[in-house]
């Protein structure tokens, strides 16, 4: 069907290999009028835009070009970059990152904090660590919290007049949780004010449906991350989103163990909980997003905490390693 589908589709970028590195696969039914699907890399990832309004995409890659400006980690120049060279100075920022911290500290509160977007210098020590390779040792533990010392939500501290002061020297805010599905949902936002009422927005697996694919739901498919053609389940989506987090592209094993690049922010180590892959369908992709990454933390044990103290409308799909085996959790 995809393949079919590039046959009447423009596409700016060809990406081989694209469908693999997501953990999503689009099912586009019910064609009657041709669309329009464009690919971009932007925000470090593949961003893709589904719809029959030739004007969706060039809209969507404008609001993605525009705050990336603002949430782009390893960008000097970035919004965050400039809050994250400071220290007990006030700095003014834009609305969206007000936001985008006001939900992360709602989402670290909720999580018990499994999400947590202060550990910047963490994550990107353990980044630095996966990418170097030959692992002969763990980092010890007094490194670790050495390193933990500079974390903390409670010292990003977000005042009445559109400023946020980090107090504490060293300490780095990582949106890379949580800001790839606020840009689509922006991204969604964008289209329904400029009279786009159907659409897909794909960034790199934080998928957003936008209305319905020609009267139908746009139907996407929750890929099984175990087997390469294997889906858990297809999802049939209408002004809803789906994130996946998981330890396929980026982790290391180390003395039988796999770890990912998602770290428990309490004991600053890699996650090493047996989740393969979370995929979260919610109203709202930026909270499936930090939601998403949060349950890879605390797996299943985690979830059903979450669950029993906030019931919910998502839908969650958890893949765990259990032995030699791999199994699916559904929760609906
Ligand atoms: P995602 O792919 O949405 O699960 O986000 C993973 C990225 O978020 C990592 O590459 C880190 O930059 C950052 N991160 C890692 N662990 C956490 C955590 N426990 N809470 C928030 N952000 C994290
Ligand atoms: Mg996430």
């Known amino acids: 069907m995809v393949k079919k589908m590039s046959q009447i589709i423009c596409k700016r970028v060809s990406v081989a290999g694209y469908l693999l590195s997501v953990f999503c696969f689009l099912f586009l039914c019910g064609c009657a009028n041709p669309l329009h699907k464009d690919t971009f890399i932007i925000a470090g990832t593949y961003l893709e835009v589904i719809s029959k309004d030739s004007r969706a995409s060039q809209i969507v890659h404008e609001e993605f070009k525009r705050m990336e400006k603002i949430f782009n980690f390893y960008d000097k120049d970035s919004e965050l970059s400039r809050l994250n060279n400071t220290y007990n100075a006030p700095v003014k920022v834009s609305s969206e990152l007000i936001e985008v911290l006001k939900l992360s500290k709602q989402l670290n509160e909720m999580t018990d904090g499994a999400f947590d977007v202060s550990c910047g210098s963490l994550y990107n020590f353990w980044k630095e660590f996966i990418k170097k390779g030959n692992i002969k040792e763990l980092p010890s533990k007094e ?81 099984n991350p175990s087997e390469i053609q294997g889906i858990i389940e297809n999802e049939d989506l209408v002004d809803e989103a789906v994130t ?50 949060a349950f890879f933390v605390d797996g299943i044990e985690g979830l059903n905490k979450f669950l029993s103290k906030y019931p919910s409308t998502m839908r969650i799909f958890m893949v765990t390693q259990e032995g030699k085996q791999k199994r699916v959790h559904i929760f609906r």
């Open 244 to 293: 996946t987090s998981g330890n396929y592209e980026q982790f290391f094993d180390f003395e039988g163990r796999r770890y990912s690049h998602i770290i428990d922010p309490r004991t600053g180590f890699p996650v090493t909980s047996g989740v393969i892959s979370v995929s979260v369908v919610s109203k709202n992709c930026t909270t499936a997003d930090g939601l998403a990454t």
């Open 143 to 223: 490194t670790i919290n050495g390193i933990l010392e500079n974390c903390g939500m409670d010292k990003i501290k977000i005042n009445t007049d559109l400023t946020v002061t980090i107090e504490r020297k060293g300490l780095k805010v990582d949106l890379g949780a949580i800001a790839k599905g606020y840009m689509v949902d922006k991204a969604a936002t964008a289209l329904k004010n400029k009279g786009i009422s159907s659409a897909l927005i794909n960034a790199g697996g934080d998928i957003y449906c936008l209305g319905t694919n020609n009267k139908n739901p746009w139907r996407v498919g929750i890929k």
